[in-house]
């Protein structure tokens, strides 16, 4: 029943995230997306806008391209009219090569795009916006070479991100020549953006400023993750600080070809291999927070890294043939659908074997495979602002992800730091018991020392009594005073481990002129482990000392009392302070660190073992702790 009840609530938590996201995701397909912005596009090859929309709109420049592939014309062949050469009106990125759907055309070659736009009379400068063009291409305005990255001609390959200003009126036209011969896209993939230079530049400078933030937000994500790994030697930390690294070298692509172009394809190599490397993190990162591997895991992690390895030599190299382009492409689809599918049935797996784990797994599982179809769900999507759906998915499971796996190693830190502080407790207590045995080691010498001597002052006074010398062995007598106060060691409390902790705190308090009084009458044996006692006293008297070496004032002090009755045992602890004392909920804080302290969080724990009660307060600079055992 129980593990019936668990998968349920699996599938139930799996399916709602599912769906939930999904809706996320339209609304950024509708909201956030060049192909659905409702700004004017051209017709047939010219784009007619008006004055007022000039003012204040940005035209993206998505429908109705002239293309004339397997060709690299220039304006000069454009002046006489449209030449000969076949042509079609086509969408920015309907299409990601050369082949336009058909599997009988080559994706690399040449083709040349042009786009008229019909300006008003009076002369203004313009941008163009060009984003990522993976081939080799030059741009043409009013029949100007204006930009261009690598080679057409030899399809020597550049890519990057340029924006390019000029000054035009009237009719303006707009030409592309682009050649490929190796990137996994051909052409124009990304359609460009027009408007006046002002608007142009302001949409890029804000679409920088969100990349970089994300950018940033996620590098520090790594960086705090890698911390806790290295306090805390967690391998989660350790993962969660590479895929959080993966991811920002992933999203980092808008950052770095706006500042850099790259002639060789090492860039996009990186970039393939990231994706999947981050896939592969995701199945390994679940199979941990699950805690049930599923079947074939080992299987399939090779799998995910042979292909992130074989992505990056692709991208890296490319290829000439066409085949491989091709099988490349259809890999790419089969591996998300056989990730999304390993993660859904690993999470059902998991709830069927009645695994405890948090509900954020199968969440963050449904995140993950709905993002990885997202874009087969939603066709023609080209972010104006934002990243692509992956980018989306990524971005939710590192910050998830971190609050999530923070939760836990801050839980662990607090442990950590809580044995530290034990581990302290224990070292003081071993330092009483240190300078509790060289007391008694002492006395004992001592002790020796008087029984040896003791003969040799009877043999005087036995002499001088048989020479009748009373006199004489009266005044020997007192010259020979034995001091009684080596002999006999002053005691707190008869409580052997209670007399210890307070015979070290006095001789502590001692030395920093802190003033110590003790008055406690208990026995030396009660019906309290010995363990109970030094945590009680170990962690009262160390919080008192520290206060006391705190204190601002004049004549700190530490005083405790306490009786033995049959009805149990009475403490009180009071010391002075000087720092301000920090309460919540009704509890003292502790002033080393957030949250209450350590050591008074033990000392409740043990009086709650035994059915006492303890009470703090403060009255001025005077902190007071009560303590009632029934025994």
Same mark, same amino acid.
């Given at each position: 029943?129980?593990?019936?009840?668990?998968l349920?609530?699996?599938?139930?938590?799996?399916?709602a995230?599912v769906i939930?996201?999904s809706?996320v995701?339209?609304?950024l397909y509708k909201?956030?997306?060049?192909?659905t912005?409702n700004?004017?596009q051209?017709i047939?090859?010219?784009l007619?806008p008006?004055?007022?929309?000039l003012?204040?709109?940005?035209?993206y420049l998505?429908?109705q391209?002239q293309?004339?592939?397997?060709?690299?014309?220039?304006?000069?062949?454009?002046?006489q009219?449209?030449?000969?050469?076949?042509?079609?009106?086509?969408?920015?990125g309907?299409y990601n090569?050369?082949?336009?759907?058909?599997?009988?055309?080559?994706?690399?070659?040449?083709?040349t795009?042009?786009?008229?736009i019909?300006?008003?009379?009076?002369?203004?400068v313009?941008?163009l916006?060009?984003?990522?063009?993976?081939s080799?291409?030059?741009l043409?305005?009013?029949?100007t070479?204006?930009?261009?990255?690598?080679n057409?001609?030899?399809?020597?390959?550049?890519?990057?991100i340029?924006t390019?200003?000029?000054s035009s009126?009237?009719?303006?036209?707009i030409?592309?020549q682009?050649?490929?011969a190796?990137?996994f896209y051909?052409?124009?993939?990304?359609?460009?953006?027009?408007?006046?230079?002002e608007?142009?530049w302001q949409?890029?400078?804000?679409?920088?400023?969100?990349?970089?933030?994300?950018?940033?937000?996620v590098?520090?994500l790594?960086?705090f993750?890698?911390?806790?790994?290295l306090?805390l030697?967690d391998k989660?930390?350790?993962?969660f600080?590479?895929?959080s690294?993966?991811?920002?070298?992933y999203?980092?692509?808008?950052?770095?070809y706006t500042f850099?172009?790259?002639e060789r394809?090492?860039?996009y190599?990186?970039e393939?291999?990231t994706?999947?490397?981050i896939y592969?993190?995701y199945?390994y990162?679940?199979?941990?927070?699950?805690?049930?591997?599923a079947k074939g895991? @080992?299987?399939f992690?090779v799998?995910?890294?042979l292909?992130s390895?074989?992505?990056?030599v692709?991208?890296?190299f490319?290829?000439?043939?066409?085949?491989?382009?091709c099988?490349?492409?259809y890999?790419v689809t089969?591996?998300?659908?056989?990730?999304s599918l390993?993660?859904?049935?690993n999470?059902?797996?998991?709830g069927a074997c009645?695994?405890?784990?948090?509900?954020?797994v199968?969440?963050?599982?449904?995140i993950?495979c709905i993002?990885?179809w997202?874009?087969?769900?939603f066709p023609?999507?080209?972010p104006?602002?934002g990243?692509?759906?992956?980018e989306?998915?990524s971005?939710i499971?590192?910050t998830?992800?971190?609050f999530?796996?923070?939760?836990q190693?801050?839980?662990?830190?607090r442990?950590n730091?809580f044995?530290?502080?034990?581990k302290?407790?224990?070292?003081t207590q071993v330092?009483?018991?240190k300078v509790?045995?060289s007391?008694?080691?002492?006395?004992?010498?001592?002790s020796? @020392?008087q029984?040896?001597?003791?003969?040799?002052?009877l043999?005087?006074?036995?002499?001088?009594?048989?020479?009748?010398?009373s006199e004489?062995a009266?005044?020997?007598?007192?010259s020979c005073?034995?001091?009684q106060a080596?002999?006999?060691?002053?005691?707190?409390c008869?409580?052997?481990?209670?007399?210890?902790?307070l015979?070290y705190y006095?001789?502590?308090c001692s030395?920093h002129?802190?003033a110590?009084h003790?008055?406690?009458e208990?026995?030396?044996?009660?019906?309290?482990?010995d363990?109970?006692?030094?945590?009680?006293f170990?962690?009262?008297l160390?919080n008192?000392?520290?206060?006391?070496?705190?204190?601002r004032?004049?004549h700190?002090s530490?005083?405790i009392?306490?009786?033995?009755r049959?009805a149990?045992?009475?403490? @009180?602890?009071?010391?002075?302070f000087?720092?301000?004392?920090?309460e919540?909920?009704g509890?003292?804080?502790?002033?080393?660190?957030?949250g209450?302290?350590?050591?008074?969080?033990?000392?409740?724990?043990v009086?709650q073992?035994?059915?006492g009660?303890?009470?703090?307060?403060?009255e001025g600079h005077i902190?007071q702790?009560?303590i009632?055992?029934?025994?």
């Amino acid at each position: 029943m129980r593990l019936h009840k668990n998968l349920i609530r699996t599938m139930l938590l799996f399916s709602a995230s599912v769906i939930c996201f999904s809706f996320v995701l339209f609304f950024l397909y509708k909201q956030d997306n060049k192909y659905t912005d409702n700004c004017l596009q051209p017709i047939s090859g010219i784009l007619c806008p008006d004055r007022d929309s000039l003012d204040g709109d940005l035209f993206y420049l998505t429908n109705q391209w002239q293309f004339y592939p397997g060709a690299l014309l220039t304006p000069d062949d454009f002046k006489q009219g449209l030449p000969e050469t076949p042509m079609e009106f086509i969408t920015i990125g309907k299409y990601n090569d050369f082949s336009l759907g058909d599997k009988n055309r080559s994706p690399y070659g040449e083709a040349t795009y042009r786009l008229c736009i019909e300006l008003p009379s009076e002369s203004r400068v313009y941008s163009l916006y060009l984003p990522e063009i993976f081939s080799s291409y030059r741009l043409y305005i009013n029949g100007t070479l204006l930009a261009g990255m690598g080679n057409p001609d030899t399809r020597e390959r550049e890519t990057g991100i340029q924006t390019v200003s000029f000054s035009s009126r009237g009719l303006t036209e707009i030409v592309i020549q682009t050649a490929n011969a190796s990137h996994f896209y051909s052409g124009m993939t990304y359609p460009p953006i027009f408007g006046p230079e002002e608007n142009v530049w302001q949409y890029q400078y804000v679409r920088l400023f969100l990349h970089s933030a994300v950018i940033i937000l996620v590098f520090l994500l790594c960086i705090f993750s890698a911390y806790f790994f290295l306090k805390l030697r967690d391998k989660r930390a350790g993962l969660f600080s590479l895929m959080s690294l993966l991811v920002t070298v992933y999203i980092s692509y808008p950052v770095f070809y706006t500042f850099f172009s790259t002639e060789r394809s090492v860039w996009y190599g990186i970039e393939l291999f990231t994706t999947y490397a981050i896939y592969l993190l995701y199945v390994y990162l679940q199979n941990i927070f699950l805690n049930c591997q599923a079947k074939g895991y @080992r299987v399939f992690s090779v799998f995910v890294l042979l292909f992130s390895g074989a992505a990056f030599v692709y991208g890296t190299f490319g290829g000439s043939s066409a085949m491989v382009h091709c099988v490349f492409s259809y890999s790419v689809t089969a591996v998300k659908l056989l990730v999304s599918l390993y993660l859904a049935a690993n999470v059902v797996y998991a709830g069927a074997c009645g695994e405890g784990f948090s509900s954020f797994v199968p969440i963050l599982t449904g995140i993950v495979c709905i993002s990885l179809w997202a874009d087969r769900l939603f066709p023609l999507y080209e972010p104006k602002y934002g990243g692509f759906f992956p980018e989306y998915c990524s971005l939710i499971a590192v910050t998830s992800g971190a609050f999530f796996l923070w939760s836990q190693l801050a839980d662990a830190y607090r442990l950590n730091r809580f044995y530290e502080e034990e581990k302290k407790r224990l070292s003081t207590q071993v330092a009483v018991q240190k300078v509790h045995y060289s007391e008694l080691t002492e006395k004992i010498a001592e002790s020796a @020392r008087q029984r040896h001597d003791m003969r040799h002052h009877l043999r005087t006074l036995y002499q001088f009594l048989e020479n009748g010398e009373s006199e004489q062995a009266m005044h020997y007598l007192s010259s020979c005073e034995i001091s009684q106060a080596a002999a006999r060691r002053e005691t707190c409390c008869a409580h052997p481990i209670a007399d210890a902790l307070l015979q070290y705190y006095k001789g502590q308090c001692s030395e920093h002129h802190i003033a110590f009084h003790a008055a406690l009458e208990m026995p030396a044996e009660l019906q309290i482990e010995d363990t109970d006692i030094s945590i009680l006293f170990g962690n009262l008297l160390e919080n008192a000392y520290e206060a006391c070496m705190e204190y601002r004032g004049q004549h700190p002090s530490i005083k405790i009392r306490g009786k033995y009755r049959e009805a149990g045992l009475l403490v @009180r602890f009071e010391n002075t302070f000087s720092n301000p004392l920090k309460e919540k909920n009704g509890t003292f804080q502790s002033t080393k660190h957030d949250g209450p302290g350590i050591g008074t969080e033990s000392v409740k724990k043990v009086v709650q073992q035994y059915q006492g009660t303890v009470e703090f307060a403060k009255e001025g600079h005077i902190f007071q702790v009560s303590i009632i055992l029934p025994l």
